[in-house]
């Protein structure tokens, strides 16, 4: 608790980098080092106020608040949870059991809707709470879907999280998993939100502790999606050491069960619901190598109880491999995505909106979002004797970005799309309506977005001359 024994907010207004910031120092504070009063009540009593101011002065310069920092705006602070400035990314201190001294960032969207989901995005070694911020989409997606994003952030010199002792893998034993755990129930109370759309995403380290988060409270995660991890257990030390070369190397191997034991044992006599879990890895991972990829899939195959062979596999996009455990939709129980020739650092601009899908949390907003007052299409065609390449660039010319669109034109008589891309194209001739994939959604006032399509024709193959855009008409270049 600080001095005052309240929560204390903070708010940060740019999606900037700010450094991370360490525990003070203890303080000493001199004691009494006086000569011996002839009086033993008035020597008593001395003693005892240089005691008093010393434990003040103790507790001032060792709370948080007193810790040099950014200037940052405060907040209003009441003796319960205070909520959070909107629209701008707010550190929250005092939020609860804290053992690890990690740092609380928080962003709440102007749209944020009643009950809201909260997202746990969690950094990667040497990153922060703001790093992340600002090198992910989560706060962006929260201004369209209207959730919470929790960003915890390292305090400790690796910067790294803890996933490898005896206490962040066992349920409350301690360490990172509590600090994290804390801040959510903080969020719950503070905003009522919907206890069952919990859910954890982080890349490296954060993705490792993504894993240990799902094992050491699947009470509390619905799902989980892990960028470049490894399985819940593999960095375990028992010497205080933060890293496994073992594990790193991709040389821990078990089986199902083993892997599924280890989540299991983090909290035993949970016979509740298990966490979804997504996870993505590059072929190429010179840090965590390739093969915790597949030790992840058993790991969470065998606490899911799903059957460890694919029940759907395909390519949402070149050089990835996605296959589906125990369904086939995009809530499937485990799904892992792997990338072809892609090494550690595979996060990459649109890969959370693949996240929310996989959460369920991109299928309504907090309500219609401002479409575009003006757009323009620039469509060209490339033919040969019989089929042609078509290719189309929307540009949002109006103020406002758009989140999700459909593109309405109708193609010359004689056309049939036969394969596109950028886009699903319905129906295959005449009246035709573009909707945008998951990663290319949002368009942002003067930002353009590239699709294209390939068709058949009879003769005539020329492109088409008129554009809806959401319902409003383009002009043309």
């Known amino acids: 608790m600080s001095a005052t024994g309240r929560n204390t907010v903070r708010s940060r207004t740019t999606r900037s980098r700010v450094p991370g910031h360490h525990a003070a120092h203890d303080n000493a504070v001199p004691g009494n080092t006086g000569r011996r009063r002839p009086r033993s009540g008035l020597a008593v009593l001395f003693a005892a106020l240089v005691s008093l101011v010393s434990l003040l002065a103790t507790v001032l310069l060792s709370a948080p608040g007193a810790v040099a920092r950014e200037p940052v705006e405060k907040a209003s602070v009441t ?136 094992g050491d409270y699947p009470d509390v995660f619905a799902a989980g999606a892990a960028f470049s991890g490894v399985p819940f257990g593999c960095f375990a030390t028992a010497d205080g050491s933060e890293w496994n070369s073992a594990c790193s190397g991709g040389t821990v191997i078990h089986t199902p069960q083993e892997w599924g034991n280890l989540v299991r044992n983090a909290y035993p006599g949970y016979t509740g619901a298990r966490p979804r879990m997504q996870v993505w890895h590059g072929t190429e991972d010179d840090v965590l190598r390739y093969p915790n990829f597949g030790e992840e899939i058993k790991q969470w195959t065998n606490v899911l109880g799903v059957g460890q062979t694919p029940a759907a596999t395909d390519s949402p996009q070149s050089g990835w491999t996605r296959t589906r455990y125990g369904a086939t939709g995009d809530q499937a129980p485990v799904e892992a995505i792997s990338l072809q020739g892609v090494g550690h650092n595979l996060y990459a601009w649109g890969m959370a909106a693949r996240v929310l899908t996989f959460f369920d949390l991109d299928s309504s907003g907090p309500g219609p979002q401002p479409q575009p007052g003006a757009c323009k299409v620039t469509a060209t065609t490339s033919a040969w004797s019989t089929g042609l390449t078509g290719s189309v660039t929307i540009t949002n010319t109006g103020t406002s970005r758009i989140e999700g669109w459909q593109l309405g034109f109708t193609l010359p008589s004689g056309q049939t799309v036969t394969n596109g891309w950028g886009a699903a194209y319905t129906p295959a001739s005449g009246a035709v309506t573009a909707t945008n994939a998951t990663y290319n959604g949002t368009i942002a006032a003067n930002a353009s977005v590239s699709i294209g399509y390939q068709a058949s024709h009879t003769g005539n193959s020329s492109a088409p001359a008129a554009f809806t855009l959401n319902g409003t008409a383009c002009s043309g270049s």
């Open 79 to 214: 003796t319960k949870a205070a909520a959070a400035p909107t629209a701008a990314l707010t550190e929250v201190t005092n939020f609860g059991s804290n053992p690890s001294n990690l740092q609380m960032y928080l962003y709440v969207p102007d749209s944020v809707t009643a009950n809201p989901a909260v997202v746990v995005a969690v950094h990667y070694c040497t990153g922060s709470g703001p790093a992340m911020y600002s090198g992910t989409e989560y706060a962006s997606l929260a201004d369209t879907y209207g959730f919470i994003v929790v960003y915890p952030s390292v305090t400790r010199a690796s910067k790294c999280f803890d996933v490898s002792s005896p206490q962040a893998l066992t349920r409350g034993g301690g360490s990172d998993p509590v600090g994290i755990k804390s801040m959510v129930d903080w969020v719950t109370r503070t905003y009522s939100a919907d206890t069952g759309r919990i859910f954890a995403t982080g890349i490296s380290s954060g993705a490792m502790m993504t894993n240990v988060l799902l």
